[in-house]
């Protein structure tokens, strides 16, 4: 049986459970329990390698004591075993430390549950998830094959959908930040892991020997605050070689930006912060009065120029709203184009990021420690004869070939224009710059007319979210006084 047929077995099995409710629920649950069979073949492989090696795991727990002989536990022992003694256990690992296997392990389970009620049709699913050997290349490719369409099944998923970056997207950007063997690569909102995936392959290409690909290894790092997507993308990189991949289950914008010292600079940051996010407002005061904000994204730009190096290089992706966006979003602009060179905005069609949001994103190229002179735009086209993106129909890596054609010796041309710094302060920092050769419609297609319609809101609410946050802070202030 293949894979992808054998995931579906799987997913056809776990309907059947009364306890799972809906697809979130599903792969939730099968992501704990997938996670678990590739750390126990990681582990049958370093058992190889290493004369010493020591499982974090207590040996009953280990996968091949309760899950891998098929006529072993089931239904209500099975079912027992998993709530009372492997969750709580694992949940509460003792003496690990970070940046172990073990601390990996508890990290994973800390905020997972399982919520099958059925022993028997749990002992089902372990017994299909065991006909998939991930020390196997041939299954493993597969199922790197399959983990990619899985992630984009996360977009139906609920809210999880925020998770997923199109692999093109992710792909091109780190090709064009371009980091090198040695340097040190973060994704603060690390999501699914699609950035840091990127990048491992990306170096990866660079290490002729184990010693350089275990620099490869130890130098990319991630911060995820919620539980599916840490555990998705822990399990990706271990699926990419990485023995432990450095990824904390936490808030990156949780800590002061003041507490940042050198030795906590990175050279390039490649990463999607949620848009459309809203922070509490502990939160906000980790951050200088003047970009408090409750906006996800606004923060998140912060933390990055504070964390880059200078000649640290930086690619993010925005919405619409932030190149536009006045206010806080001023501020933020004008520090970024002020201590970096913003040398380059993508900006992507619509759909690029559907069925997860129908904004209109931007790609931000950015090297720390130089002021802007100019910004360089390209107005990504679709692909001839297409209108749209879809599932079906996702932007392809391909596509980009004309932007790396381009990027070493810029011209203006149809998709490409750019603009100085001089025009952007004249439009108080307005990134918004339309392509000057593009041919106005006579007639919008409906979709892009509502679209844009969409975009005014958004423009409108963001403005007034803007007086009201500003406001709030002057009242705060006047009675402080």
């Known amino acids: 049986m293949s894979i992808s047929n054998t995931i579906k077995s799987i997913q056809d099995i776990m309907r059947q459970d009364v306890g799972v409710d809906g697809d979130a629920q599903r792969i939730a649950q099968l992501v704990w329990m997938i996670f678990l069979k590739i750390f126990a073949d990681k582990e049958a492989e370093l058992e190889i390698l290493e004369d010493d090696y020591q499982s974090p795991i207590p040996e009953n727990l280990c996968w091949e004591n309760w899950a891998a ?39 994973v389970f800390r905020d997972s549950f399982n919520y099958m009620k059925s022993g028997t049709l749990m002992r089902q699913i372990i017994n299909k998830i065991n006909e998939i050997d991930f020390n196997s290349s041939e299954d493993r490719h597969l199922f790197n094959d399959f983990y990619e369409s899985f992630l984009k099944d996360l977009q139906s998923a609920g809210n999880a959908g925020e998770f997923y970056t199109p692999r093109a997207v992710t792909q091109f950007m ?5 980091p090198q063997l040695g340097e040190k690569v973060l994704d603060p909102a690390t999501g699914t892991g699609g950035f840091l995936k990127s990048a491992i392959e990306h170096l990866m290409k660079q290490a002729n020997n184990p010693e350089e690909r275990k620099i490869v290894q130890n130098s990319i790092f991630g911060i995820e605050k919620k539980q599916l997507p840490h555990t998705l993308s822990v399990t990706n ?20 930006i003041r507490d940042y010292s050198p030795k906590d600079k990175v050279d390039c940051v490649t990463t999607n912060p949620p848009f459309g996010g809203v922070e509490e407002d502990g939160i906000q005061a980790n951050f200088p009065t003047a970009f408090r904000t409750k906006e996800t994204a606004d923060l998140f730009m912060v933390l990055i120029m504070t964390l880059l190096k200078d000649g640290g290089r930086g690619a ?55 002021p802007t002179k100019e ?30 054609a381009w990027w070493n010796n810029r011209e203006e041309n149809e998709y490409a224009w750019k603009v ?9 920092y307005n990134l918004d710059n339309k392509n000057p050769h593009s041919k106005e419609e006579e007639l919008l ?10 975009e005014s809101v958004e423009r409108v609410k963001e403005a007034k979210q803007q007086l009201v946050d500003e406001l709030s802070a002057i009242l705060k202030e006047g009675s402080r006084k």
């Open 174 to 178: 780190v090709d064009m930040v371009n």
């Open 237 to 256: 990189l271990i699926l990419n070689d990485v023995d432990v991949p450095n990824i904390r289950h936490d808030n990156s914008l949780s800590r002061p």
């Open 420 to 428: 100085t710094i001089e025009e952007i302060k004249d439009k108080s």
């Open 375 to 404: 910004i360089w735009y390209y107005e990504h086209p679709y692909p001839e004869g297409q209108k749209s993106y879809s599932k079906t129909r996702p932007i392809r890596i391909e596509e980009f070939d004309r932007e790396k």
């Open 69 to 107: 002989n098929e006529e072993g536990m089931t239904g209500d022992e099975l079912l027992d075993f998993v709530n009372n003694e492997l969750f709580p256990t694992l949940k509460e690992l003792p003496d690990v430390e970070s940046g172990t296997r073990g601390h990996i392990v508890k990290e």
């Open 445 to 454: 297609e409906p979709e892009v007319a509502l679209q844009k319609y969409l």
């Open 316 to 370: 993010v992706v925005l919405p619409d709203g932030f190149l536009f966006g006045e206010g806080v979003k001023t501020r933020i602009k004008e520090k970024l184009l002020e201590e970096c060179n913003l040398h380059t905005i993508v900006r992507l069609p619509n759909g690029v990021f559907a069925p997860y949001t129908s904004i209109r994103t931007n790609l931000l190229f950015f090297t720390k420690g130089e």
